[in-house]
């Protein structure tokens, strides 16, 4: 695909500009040239990412929690974060930034709501969906509520919690590159791919912008995947990883 846009054949066929898709060597040039631009602005953008995300994924662990210990009350739970999780985030990032004055704390919300949603879900899911034999035995030597919880419902949740965090990591980078299209603020990877791309000669610049939101959201998909194998070791998921 690389080789094709380079050629110029995607271009032809396709009837685009060079402006409007660079060459991927024009992009990779402009990239390595502005990279001492792009690194202040991929911290501006991945400081609150990372933070929306954690906050998130608390907050959506929480609430799976409670709705297991309370069925009763916290089903509604669920249901009221699945709710505000399908709310658009074009919707939902212009109406944070004129609830909250601070860049930052408007971004953090945005990506908060985000990653929570997924998080609930999949580890309400882990914390529920038990293997029947290991349940029952634990219940046949008379395990209380407390250690079924700690011993087999929180390790049963793991590998759903990091299955959320792998789904939330590109639904934080692409709620925070929205967030800064709509923020007052004058950084970011978002404030600079829209910046650049409405200027005619610096198409090839916002490109570079975009390439660099992707490489460090697969850094940090990176990441959690190595965090992934080193704590549950023990998953099947793992032991066919290495393999």
Not at 50 to 75: E, M, R
Not at 83 to 95: D, R
Not at 113 to 139: Q, T, Y
């Amino acid at each position: 695909m690389v080789a094709l846009l380079q050629s110029g054949i995607i271009h032809s066929l396709f009837n685009i500009k060079l402006l409007q898709l660079p060459k991927p060597f024009d992009i990779a040039e402009a990239f390595i040239d502005n990279i001492g631009k792009i690194l202040p602005h991929a911290a501006a953008t991945m400081i609150p990412a990372v933070c929306g995300l954690a906050l998130g994924a608390v907050i959506g662990y929480c609430a799976a929690l409670f709705a297991t210990a309370f069925p009763n009350t916290g089903y509604g739970c669920l249901f009221l974060m699945t709710m505000i999780n399908s709310i658009p985030i074009v919707a939902l990032a212009p109406l944070t930034n004129r609830w909250f004055s601070g860049a930052f704390t408007a971004k953090l919300a945005v990506i908060t709501i985000s990653a929570s949603g997924a998080m609930a879900v999949n580890a309400f899911r882990g914390l529920n969906d038990l293997p029947k034999n290991v349940h029952e035995l634990m219940k046949a030597n008379a395990a209380s509520k407390t250690e079924i919880f700690t011993k087999l419902r929180i390790p049963n949740s793991l590998p759903d919690v990091f299955t959320a965090l792998k789904i939330g990591v590109p639904a934080a980078m692409l709620a925070t590159i929205i967030s800064e299209y709509f923020s007052t603020q004058t950084s970011g990877l978002g404030y600079m791919i829209k910046y650049s791309l409405k200027v005619g000669n610096q198409k090839h610049i916002g490109w570079a912008y975009i390439v660099a939101a992707a490489a460090f959201s697969l850094m940090l998909y990176g990441i959690i995947c190595f965090a992934e194998r080193r704590a549950i070791k023990w998953h099947i998921s793992q032991k066919k990883v290495q393999k």
